[in-house]
């Protein structure tokens, strides 16, 4: 692969390189979701949830290579997943700074922790294994979002 192919590569993958950060790489990547979140907040619902797919499917394609490159399993460097697992946990979330916060602070204990089945999901190889349990901890970061959205409300 040549140096160029190789620089994209760790660039998505290291999310921005974000992932490079030397203390706290995947908040430092959840940081880069929590921007692109703002960018991406007035989109209609349909094409929000394409994005959060094509960067889940780049995502995971671009940690595959960089597991390759690095090798490394599920480098600390690699924060696409992150990127990919807080636009999940924002979706159709009230874009109040009150969610985006609570959103961060749930989407990263969610993460860390891994409540089940999501600690089994970093089983699988390649790319699918970096991405699918920050997928899921921006799910369950979600469900809670849109649960105290609707009694907020009340």
Same mark, same amino acid.
């Given at each position: 692969?040549?140096? #160029? ?20 790489? =995947? ?11 703002? =960018? ?14 094509? +960067?889940?499917l780049?995502?995971?394609?671009? #940690?595959?290579h960089?597991?390759?490159?690095? =090798?490394?399993? !599920? ?5 696409? !997943? ?28 969610? !993460?860390?922790?891994?409540p ?16 699918? !349990?920050?997928?899921? #901890? =921006? +799910?369950?970061?979600?469900? +809670? ?10």
């Amino acid at each position: 692969m040549n140096r #160029a192919a190789r620089n994209i590569i760790l660039f998505i993958s290291q999310g921005a390189y974000a992932g490079r950060a030397p203390v706290a790489p =995947g908040t430092a990547g959840t940081v880069v979701g929590v921007f692109l979140y703002l =960018g991406m907040k007035g989109l209609p619902p349909g094409h929000y949830l394409a994005v959060c797919v094509l +960067v889940t499917l780049v995502g995971m394609w671009a #940690a595959g290579h960089t597991e390759i490159m690095l =090798g490394r399993t !599920d480098s600390p460097s690699i924060v696409i !997943d992150e990127i990919a697992g807080f636009l999940i946990a924002m979706f159709m979330v009230p874009p109040r700074w009150f969610f985006i916060v609570s959103g961060f602070l749930l989407f990263r204990v969610f !993460d860390i922790i891994k409540p089940w089945p999501l600690r089994r999901l970093e089983e699988l190889h390649g790319g699918p294994g970096v991405m699918l !349990d920050d997928v899921g #901890a =921006g +799910v369950y970061t979600n469900i +809670v979002l849109q649960i105290v959205a609707l009694l907020i409300s009340r």
